[in-house]
């Protein structure tokens, strides 16, 4: 089976297949635009009402968002799929038998403070996994709201943007880096070791955005200067492994838990060698 694109009809899909999934994801992206049309300016996007699981600060449109993926996720367990959520801001929640495999990591927006501010490159993030670690995660989606894009990665089956098949292209070098978490004297930091090694560098203002451009291509590299939450990272991963990347959590895959408490220095490269240089430069940030 190839990876599915946007074709597919989740009507002939058994339940868990990834037709099922992405049927899912993209109900719940449609409804986030209705989301953000009516939510189009800062200040209407600027609200907040408590801190989530994850420990940032609960917008309410990060609320919403969320509760768009959880509707589909209630639909899909009333279909009879049984799974844990893991989400940034409601954290763990069982549907069904929690000694089920699967698990849905969530990040409904990757990039919240690009939103707030309207700034229009922020993404839904969600991996589906049959078991605990970034190694066992089958499924990455990405969609990314500036652009319209959608990223998908099916594990063994290769990575797509919009139904197109992505590959990291040939050769290294660093022309185009993307730094993440982009606090000033983090990034003064990160930028000095870098100095010689990398030609430009960009801050789009989410993890998932910028992995799934170094899948895509569009970067040679990205990497967070400070530790990485596994819902920013679990679908992009694999998107970059996908495509024929490389990338780093610090340890072994099968060891970077898919839990809201775990943290990684995140950073992927089309190159090992470049892969290398970029992590000498996220070792460098205080
Ligand atoms: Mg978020």
């Given at each position: 089976m190839s990876a599915p694109g946007r074709s597919g009809k989740s009507a002939e899909a058994a339940p868990g297949e990834p037709e099922v999934w992405l049927s899912a994801f993209r109900t719940a992206v449609h409804a986030q635009k209705q989301i953000f049309a009516d939510h189009r300016d800062i200040e209407a996007r600027s609200e907040y009402e408590g801190i989530g699981e994850g420990g940032d600060r609960t917008l309410v449109i990060d609320r919403l968002c969320e509760d768009t993926v959880f509707a589909e996720l209630e639909r899909l367990h009333a279909d009879g799929l049984e799974f844990t959520a893991i989400s940034e801001e409601r954290g763990t929640v069982t549907?069904?038998?929690?000694?089920?495999?699967t698990r849905i990591v969530i990040d409904p927006i990757d990039g919240s403070l690009n939103a707030r501010r309207t700034v229009p490159c922020h993404s839904l993030s969600v991996a589906v996994a049959e078991g605990e670690s970034m190694a066992d995660v089958t499924l990455g989606y990405v969609y990314e709201f500036g652009a319209s894009e959608e990223f998908v990665a099916v594990a063994g089956h290769g990575a797509t943007r919009d139904g197109a098949t992505m590959t990291v292209p040939p050769g290294d070098g660093l022309e185009v880096v993307a730094l993440e978490a982009s606090k000033p004297e983090r990034v003064q930091a990160a930028a000095a070791a870098l100095a010689g090694n990398a030609f430009r560098l960009r801050s789009p203002g989410s993890i998932a955005v910028s992995a799934s451009y170094v899948a895509a291509g569009r970067f040679d590299g990205m990497f967070s200067t400070r530790p990485t939450r596994s819902v920013d990272a679990a679908a992009a991963q694999l998107l970059v492994r996908e495509a024929g990347g490389h990338l780093s959590f610090g340890g072994e895959l099968s060891e970077s838990s898919l839990g809201l408490d775990a943290r990684y220095g995140f950073a992927a490269a089309r190159t090992e060698a470049d892969l290398d240089v970029l992590l000498q430069a996220q070792d460098a940030v205080p």
């Open positions: 549907f069904g038998d929690p000694a089920a495999p």
